[in-house]
C-alpha cells in the first residue's frame, strides 16, 4: 500500500537521476580523476608552500593567513579521487591516490614540523587550540563540502567557484600544520589532535564524494572494466570507520554543549538573585568544576549598597537549589555612586580674621591622600572589567605642558590589552573622575619566569610558590589556557638538555594539576627548540580560550 502511495514519486526521482546520469561525461571525469592522481614535483612544491604559509598563519594567529593557504593547497584533489576508486573499486586509482596523499601527508608533517622547530615563536596560539579539538560538526561540515565537491566535479558546473569554497569548509592542510607543529614543539596533544581533525574531514569527502559519484552512475556494475570487487564490504567498512570516529566527536559535542547550557543556567540564576533595579547589578562571574563534584562560582557585582552574609548565604541557598547541584560561592562587590556624582550645595562659611597658612608638605600629604582614595575605587573597577587579569601598581602625575593628568597602570596578564579595551578604560576614568587623563599599560605576566640552575629538574620552594597562584587565576577564568614553554640551556649535549627540558615542563604541570588542581586538558606543553638567552627557564603562559574558528 505504501509503495502504491509513493510509486509515482519514486518513478519520477528515478527518471530524474537517469536524465542527469545521461548528462554525465563520464570519459571527462575519469580522465580527471586520473590526473588527479599524478604525482608531480610542482604538485609537492605547491603543497609545501601552503603548508608553511598555514603554519604561519596559526603561529601568528592570523585567520585570513589561514584562509589564503586553504585556498592554494592541491590536497583536495587526490582525496576526491580516493573517493572515486573507492565507489568503483578501481585498483589502479586507488593505489596511486592512497600512495600521493600517504607521501603528502609525510611531507607535509615533515616540512611543518622542521618548520616549527627553527621558528623562534612556538607559543599556542588560539587558531592553534581551535583545530586540536574536533567534534560533530567538523565531520557534518566535511560531508557537506565533500557533496559539493563531488557534484561540481561531475557536472563541472560553477566548478571554480565551489571547489575553493569546498577548500575552505574542509580545510585539509590546517590541521596537518598543527600536527606537524605538534611534532615540532614536541607536543604530542596538539600532533594527535590535529591529526584526527584532517583524518575525519578525509573521511567525511570519501563517504560524500561515493553517495554522490554513485546518484551519478558510477559503480562496480556500471563499470566492471575498472576491476571493482565487493562494493558492500568497502561500504560497510566505511560506515564502521566513521561510526568509530564519531564517538568521540559526539562526546566532544555534548560535553561543550552541556557547559554552555550550564553557563546559561548560571548567569541567568546570578542575573535574578542580584540584578536589582536601582541596587546591584552582575557584572562578571566564571564557573568551574571543583573537588568533590561542587561547582565553584565566583561572581562580581557592582552595588551602591553591599550585600550583608546573610544576603549571600541566602543567594548561595537559591543558587545551588536552581542548578540542583552543590557548588562553592563567592562574591565580589564593588560599591559605585548611585547616578553618577552629584554637585554639592556651596555653603557659606565664616573667614575667619586671620588665617594660618599651610605648609607645603601638609598640602601635597592631604592631595596624595585624597587622590589615591580616588584612584582605588577606580582600581575597583577596572580589576572587575580586565579580570582575571590585575592591576598591580600605578602611577597618577601631573604634566606641566599637558591638560591630561597621566596615569599608568602596571597589569598581570599574558594577554595585552587592545587599543580599543585601553581607550575603554582611559574614558570611563576620565568619566568617572571627571578630569582628562591619559592612560598608558604596562603588562606583566601572571606568573615570572622559572629559571632553573644548569641540569636541574627540581622546582624550588620560590617556584612552586609563584606558580600557586595560577590557582587562584584559574578559578576566576577557568576558560583560560595554559601553556608551558620549557626553553633548554644551549651548552652541552642538546638531547639531554632537551630531556631535561621535559622533564622541568613536566614537573610544572604536574604541580598545576596535583597541587593547583587544575584540569590537566587546560595544560598544553612545549619543548622550545632554541633560547636565545641561553639560561635553562620554563614559562608559564594563561591565555583565554577561543571558541570559534574559521
Not at 34 to 43: F, K, M, N, T
Not at 165 to 190: C, D, E, Q
Request: charged share 20%; net charge positive; with cysteine.
Amino acid at each position: 500500500m505504501a509503495y502504491g502511495i509513493f510509486a509515482p514519486l519514486l518513478r519520477y526521482l528515478s527518471m530524474k537521476r537517469e536524465g542527469q546520469i545521461a548528462q554525465i561525461n563520464r570519459d571527462s571525469v575519469i580522465k580527471g580523476v586520473y590526473q588527479d592522481v599524478e604525482i608531480s614535483a610542482g604538485y609537492f612544491l605547491l603543497l609545501s608552500l601552503a603548508n608553511l604559509i598555514a603554519l604561519s598563519g596559526l603561529i601568528v594567529n592570523s585567520a585570513p593567513v589561514i584562509i589564503g593557504a586553504m585556498l592554494i593547497s592541491p590536497l583536495m584533489g587526490p582525496i576526491l579521487s580516493s573517493g572515486f576508486a573507492f565507489i568503483t573499486g578501481n585498483r589502479t586509482i586507488w593505489r596511486s591516490a592512497l600512495k600521493k596523499i600517504s607521501l603528502s601527508i609525510a611531507i607535509t608533517l615533515a616540512v611543518a614540523g622542521f618548520a616549527a622547530w627553527l621558528s623562534p615563536l612556538q607559543e599556542a596560539t588560539n587558531e592553534i587550540l581551535a583545530r586540536t579539538r574536533p567534534n560533530l560538526y567538523d565531520l557534518i561540515i566535511a560531508t557537506l563540502a565533500g557533496v559539493a565537491g563531488a557534484v561540481a566535479i561531475c557536472t563541472k558546473k560553477n566548478y571554480l567557484t565551489i571547489v575553493p569554497g569546498v577548500a575552505i569548509a574542509t580545510a585539509v592542510i590546517p590541521p596537518l600544520s598543527v600536527a606537524g607543529f605538534g611534532i615540532g614543539t614536541g607536543s604530542l596533544k596538539f600532533f594527535l589532535g590535529g591529526f584526527f581533525l584532517f583524518f575525519t574531514n578525509f573521511v567525511a569527502i570519501v563517504f560524500a564524494t561515493c553517495a554522490v559519484l554513485f546518484y551519478y552512475g558510477f559503480s562496480p556494475t556500471a563499470d566492471s572494466y575498472l576491476g571493482g570487487k565487493s562494493l558492500r564490504k568497502r561500504i560497510i567498512s566505511l560506515a564502521v570507520v566513521i561510526v568509530v570516529i564519531s564517538i568521540p566527536l559526539v562526546y566532544t559535542l555534548h560535553k561543550s554543549i552541556s557547559q554552555l547550557r550550564l553557563q546559561k543556567l548560571v548567569h541567568s540564576t546570578l542575573k535574578g538573585e542580584f540584578d536589582r533595579e536601582g541596587l546591584s547589578r552582575l557584572a562578571s562571574f566564571t564557573q568551574r568544576e571543583g573537588k568533590e563534584g561542587k561547582l565553584e562560582v565566583n561572581a562580581v557585582i557592582s552595588t551602591t549598597k553591599y550585600f550583608s552574609e546573610k544576603d549571600i548565604e541566602s543567594a548561595e541557598k537559591n543558587i545551588g537549589g536552581n542548578l540542583k547541584q552543590p557548588i562553592a560561592f563567592q562574591l565580589e562587590q564593588v560599591k559605585v555612586q548611585p547616578r553618577g556624582l552629584k554637585d554639592e550645595p556651596i555653603k557659606p562659611t565664616l573667614v575667619p580674621v586671620s588665617i594660618q597658612p599651610r605648609q607645603p608638605l601638609e598640602i601635597v600629604r592631604d592631595t596624595r591622600t585624597e587622590t589615591i582614595r580616588l584612584l582605588n575605587e577606580q582600581i575597583k573597577k577596572i580589576n572587575a572589567v580586565i579580570s582575571p587579569a590585575t592591576v598591580r601598581e600605578y602611577t597618577f602625575g601631573i604634566n606641566s605642558r599637558r591638560p591630561e593628568y597621566p596615569l599608568e597602570l602596571q597589569i598581570r596578564s599574558d594577554s595585552p590589552l587592545s587599543e580599543g579595551q585601553a581607550l575603554l578604560l582611559e574614558r570611563m576614568i576620565a568619566s568617572d573622575l571627571g578630569i582628562p587623563v591619559r592612560l598608558t599599560i604596562h603588562t606583566t605576566p601572571f606568573i615570572p619566569e622559572l629559571v632553573f640552575s644548569p641540569g636541574a629538574e627540581t622546582l624550588t620552594e620560590a617556584m612552586k610558590k609563584s606558580l600557586l597562584s595560577a590557582k587562584d587565576i584559574f578559578a576566576l577564568e577557568p576558560r583560560l589556557r595554559i601553556t608551558i614553554t620549557s626553553y633548554p640551556e644551549q651548552t652541552g649535549n642538546r638531547t639531554k638538555n632537551l630531556r631535561t627540558a621535559q622533564e622541568r615542563a613536566r614537573a610544572v604541570a604536574t604541580f598545576l594539576t596535583e597541587t593547583a588542581a587544575i584540569p590537566s586538558d587546560s595544560i598544553a606543553t612545549v619543548i622550545a627548540r632554541n633560547n636565545s638567552t641561553g639560561t635553562p627557564r620554563v614559562k608559564v603562559s594563561l591565555i583565554p580560550e577561543q571558541e570559534n574558528k574559521p
